[in-house]
Protein backbone atom coordinates (compact mmCIF):
# COMPACT_ATOMS: atom_id res chain seq x y z
CA UNK A 1 0.00 0.00 0.00
CA UNK A 2 1.06 3.47 -0.29
CA UNK A 3 3.12 4.69 2.38
CA UNK A 4 3.45 8.35 3.99
CA UNK A 5 5.82 9.79 5.89
CA UNK A 6 5.97 13.16 7.97
CA UNK A 7 9.46 15.05 9.00
CA UNK A 8 9.88 16.05 11.53
CA UNK A 9 8.56 13.98 14.02
CA UNK A 10 9.00 16.19 16.31
CA UNK A 11 9.43 19.95 17.19
CA UNK A 12 9.48 22.32 19.75
CA UNK A 13 8.67 25.99 19.14
CA UNK A 14 8.35 29.33 20.84
CA UNK A 15 5.27 31.25 20.38
CA UNK A 16 5.77 33.52 18.12
CA UNK A 17 7.71 31.77 15.62
CA UNK A 18 7.04 30.00 12.24
CA UNK A 19 7.16 25.76 11.09
CA UNK A 20 7.05 23.75 8.28
CA UNK A 21 5.72 20.96 8.25
CA UNK A 22 6.61 17.91 5.78
CA UNK A 23 4.53 14.72 3.80
CA UNK A 24 6.01 12.98 1.40
CA UNK A 25 3.89 9.89 0.34
CA UNK A 26 5.28 6.90 -2.35
CA UNK A 27 2.63 6.71 -4.64
CA UNK A 28 0.26 9.41 -6.22
CA UNK A 29 -2.88 10.30 -4.55
CA UNK A 30 -6.10 11.62 -5.42
CA UNK A 31 -6.70 13.33 -1.89
CA UNK A 32 -4.67 14.55 0.53
CA UNK A 33 -5.97 16.09 4.31
CA UNK A 34 -4.02 17.61 7.44
CA UNK A 35 -5.72 16.91 10.65
CA UNK A 36 -4.92 18.34 13.85
CA UNK A 37 -4.94 16.18 16.98
CA UNK A 38 -4.96 18.37 19.95
CA UNK A 39 -3.79 17.57 23.50
CA UNK A 40 -7.64 16.17 24.34
CA UNK A 41 -6.98 14.14 22.05
CA UNK A 42 -9.85 15.95 19.38
CA UNK A 43 -9.03 15.45 15.42
CA UNK A 44 -9.57 18.01 13.65
CA UNK A 45 -9.75 18.44 9.42
CA UNK A 46 -7.35 21.30 8.58
CA UNK A 47 -7.14 21.46 5.16
CA UNK A 48 -8.00 19.11 1.70
CA UNK A 49 -5.45 19.94 -0.58
CA UNK A 50 -4.48 17.17 -3.47
CA UNK A 51 -3.00 19.67 -5.08
CA UNK A 52 -2.07 23.45 -5.25
CA UNK A 53 -2.37 26.29 -2.18
CA UNK A 54 -4.63 26.47 0.33
CA UNK A 55 -4.83 29.36 3.34
CA UNK A 56 -6.73 29.16 6.62
CA UNK A 57 -5.54 31.94 9.35
CA UNK A 58 -2.22 31.36 10.14
CA UNK A 59 -2.03 27.96 8.58
CA UNK A 60 -1.08 27.38 4.94
CA UNK A 61 -0.86 24.11 2.83
CA UNK A 62 0.55 23.27 -0.23
CA UNK A 63 0.75 19.78 -2.30
CA UNK A 64 3.23 19.48 -5.07
CA UNK A 65 1.39 16.09 -6.21
CA UNK A 66 3.71 15.15 -9.42
CA UNK A 67 6.99 15.47 -6.51
CA UNK A 68 4.45 13.42 -4.18
CA UNK A 69 4.43 15.56 -1.46
CA UNK A 70 2.91 18.27 1.23
CA UNK A 71 3.38 21.22 3.24
CA UNK A 72 1.70 22.86 6.28
CA UNK A 73 3.01 26.17 7.47
CA UNK A 74 2.36 28.02 10.50
CA UNK A 75 2.94 30.93 11.06
CA UNK A 76 3.45 33.04 14.51
CA UNK A 77 2.84 30.20 16.38
CA UNK A 78 0.59 29.68 19.67
CA UNK A 79 0.09 27.00 22.29
CA UNK A 80 -3.03 26.05 21.06
CA UNK A 81 -1.21 25.11 18.05
CA UNK A 82 0.32 22.17 20.14
CA UNK A 83 -0.76 18.68 19.46
CA UNK A 84 0.23 16.40 16.85
CA UNK A 85 -0.54 17.20 13.17
CA UNK A 86 -1.72 14.23 10.45
CA UNK A 87 -1.45 13.98 7.06
CA UNK A 88 -3.61 11.39 5.16
CA UNK A 89 -3.68 10.17 1.61
CA UNK A 90 -5.67 8.24 -0.38
CA UNK A 91 -4.94 6.41 -3.90
CA UNK A 92 -8.09 5.70 -5.48
CA UNK A 93 -10.12 4.36 -2.78
CA UNK A 94 -12.13 5.90 0.04
CA UNK A 95 -10.00 4.81 2.95
CA UNK A 96 -6.96 6.99 4.30
CA UNK A 97 -3.36 6.62 5.45
CA UNK A 98 -2.37 8.17 7.56
CA UNK A 99 1.02 9.34 8.55
CA UNK A 100 2.64 8.51 12.05
CA UNK A 101 2.49 12.68 12.69
CA UNK A 102 4.54 15.50 13.83
CA UNK A 103 3.99 16.16 17.35
CA UNK A 104 4.41 20.12 17.97
CA UNK A 105 4.74 21.82 21.10
CA UNK A 106 5.08 25.74 21.47
CA UNK A 107 5.54 26.93 24.66
CA UNK A 108 5.15 30.83 25.91
CA UNK B 1 -24.51 20.20 12.68
CA UNK B 2 -23.55 18.39 16.39
CA UNK B 3 -20.96 16.97 13.95
CA UNK B 4 -20.08 13.36 14.30
CA UNK B 5 -21.64 11.72 18.02
CA UNK B 6 -20.38 9.13 19.73
CA UNK B 7 -20.77 7.27 23.15
CA UNK B 8 -19.56 6.90 25.37
CA UNK B 9 -16.37 9.09 25.73
CA UNK B 10 -14.87 6.87 28.45
CA UNK B 11 -15.51 2.91 29.11
CA UNK B 12 -13.57 1.11 31.39
CA UNK B 13 -14.52 -2.57 31.49
CA UNK B 14 -13.08 -6.23 32.52
CA UNK B 15 -11.45 -9.02 30.76
CA UNK B 16 -14.35 -10.91 28.83
CA UNK B 17 -17.08 -8.77 28.94
CA UNK B 18 -18.74 -7.36 26.00
CA UNK B 19 -18.06 -4.01 24.91
CA UNK B 20 -20.47 -1.69 22.52
CA UNK B 21 -19.18 1.41 21.22
CA UNK B 22 -21.75 3.71 19.56
CA UNK B 23 -21.52 6.54 16.52
CA UNK B 24 -24.20 9.17 15.15
CA UNK B 25 -22.31 10.34 11.35
CA UNK B 26 -23.00 13.35 10.32
CA UNK B 27 -26.47 14.11 8.17
CA UNK B 28 -26.44 13.69 4.50
CA UNK B 29 -22.41 11.91 4.66
CA UNK B 30 -22.51 8.54 2.81
CA UNK B 31 -19.31 7.01 4.74
CA UNK B 32 -18.62 6.02 7.79
CA UNK B 33 -15.40 4.67 9.20
CA UNK B 34 -14.24 3.41 13.03
CA UNK B 35 -10.90 3.67 13.51
CA UNK B 36 -8.38 3.07 16.56
CA UNK B 37 -5.43 4.69 17.78
CA UNK B 38 -2.53 3.08 19.90
CA UNK B 39 0.67 4.79 20.90
CA UNK B 40 2.43 1.75 19.39
CA UNK B 41 -0.04 1.23 16.15
CA UNK B 42 -1.19 4.94 15.12
CA UNK B 43 -4.21 5.35 13.62
CA UNK B 44 -6.11 2.08 12.35
CA UNK B 45 -8.43 1.59 10.06
CA UNK B 46 -10.47 -1.02 11.31
CA UNK B 47 -13.51 -0.68 8.83
CA UNK B 48 -15.90 1.42 6.52
CA UNK B 49 -19.25 1.43 5.26
CA UNK B 50 -21.15 3.18 2.26
CA UNK B 51 -24.39 3.69 2.47
CA UNK B 52 -24.79 1.81 5.24
CA UNK B 53 -22.96 -1.47 3.39
CA UNK B 54 -19.74 -2.25 4.76
CA UNK B 55 -16.99 -2.52 2.44
CA UNK B 56 -13.77 -3.29 3.64
CA UNK B 57 -13.22 -5.11 6.88
CA UNK B 58 -9.59 -6.10 6.55
CA UNK B 59 -8.32 -4.11 9.42
CA UNK B 60 -10.40 -5.85 11.87
CA UNK B 61 -8.17 -7.69 14.41
CA UNK B 62 -10.11 -10.31 14.90
CA UNK B 63 -13.70 -12.43 15.28
CA UNK B 64 -14.10 -10.50 18.30
CA UNK B 65 -14.57 -7.45 16.81
CA UNK B 66 -17.96 -6.55 14.97
CA UNK B 67 -19.60 -4.01 13.60
CA UNK B 68 -23.00 -2.69 11.78
CA UNK B 69 -25.10 -0.01 10.50
CA UNK B 70 -28.97 -0.05 10.58
CA UNK B 71 -29.51 2.99 8.89
CA UNK B 72 -27.73 6.36 8.01
CA UNK B 73 -27.89 8.03 11.58
CA UNK B 74 -26.06 4.67 13.57
CA UNK B 75 -23.38 2.22 13.85
CA UNK B 76 -22.21 0.38 16.79
CA UNK B 77 -18.48 -1.27 16.96
CA UNK B 78 -18.69 -4.47 19.63
CA UNK B 79 -15.97 -6.36 20.99
CA UNK B 80 -17.09 -9.73 22.76
CA UNK B 81 -14.91 -10.72 24.81
CA UNK B 82 -12.79 -7.72 25.44
CA UNK B 83 -9.01 -8.35 26.26
CA UNK B 84 -6.63 -5.89 27.62
CA UNK B 85 -4.85 -5.35 24.32
CA UNK B 86 -8.10 -4.19 22.88
CA UNK B 87 -7.54 -1.17 25.45
CA UNK B 88 -7.27 2.44 22.73
CA UNK B 89 -9.18 5.47 21.64
CA UNK B 90 -11.57 4.04 18.96
CA UNK B 91 -12.80 6.63 16.16
CA UNK B 92 -15.65 6.90 14.36
CA UNK B 93 -15.39 9.62 10.84
CA UNK B 94 -17.90 10.59 8.35
CA UNK B 95 -17.59 11.88 5.09
CA UNK B 96 -19.32 12.45 1.49
CA UNK B 97 -17.75 10.43 -1.15
CA UNK B 98 -15.40 9.13 1.15
CA UNK B 99 -13.07 12.58 0.20
CA UNK B 100 -15.03 15.72 1.41
CA UNK B 101 -16.03 16.79 4.76
CA UNK B 102 -13.73 14.03 6.67
CA UNK B 103 -15.05 14.62 10.22
CA UNK B 104 -13.58 12.40 13.10
CA UNK B 105 -15.48 12.07 16.78
CA UNK B 106 -14.37 12.80 20.10
CA UNK B 107 -13.33 9.16 19.96
CA UNK B 108 -14.09 6.63 22.63
CA UNK B 109 -11.16 5.74 24.84
CA UNK B 110 -11.46 1.99 26.15
CA UNK B 111 -9.61 0.63 29.31
CA UNK B 112 -9.99 -3.33 29.63
CA UNK B 113 -8.47 -4.16 32.84
Known amino acids: GIQVEQSPPDLILQEGANSTLRCNFS?????LQWFHQNPWGQLINLFY???GTKQNGRLSATTVATERYSLLYISSSQTTDSGVYFC??????????FGKGTMLLVSP | DAGVIQSPRHEVTEMGQEVTLRCKPI?????LFWYRQTMMRGLELLIYFNNNVPIDDSGMPEDRFSAKMPNASFSTLKIQPSEPRDSAVYFC???????????FGSGTRLTVV
Open chain 2, 93 to 103: ASSLRGLYGYT
Open chain 2, 27 to 31: SGHDY
Open chain 1, 49 to 51: IPS
Open chain 1, 88 to 97: AVNSGYSTLT
Open chain 1, 27 to 31: DSVNN
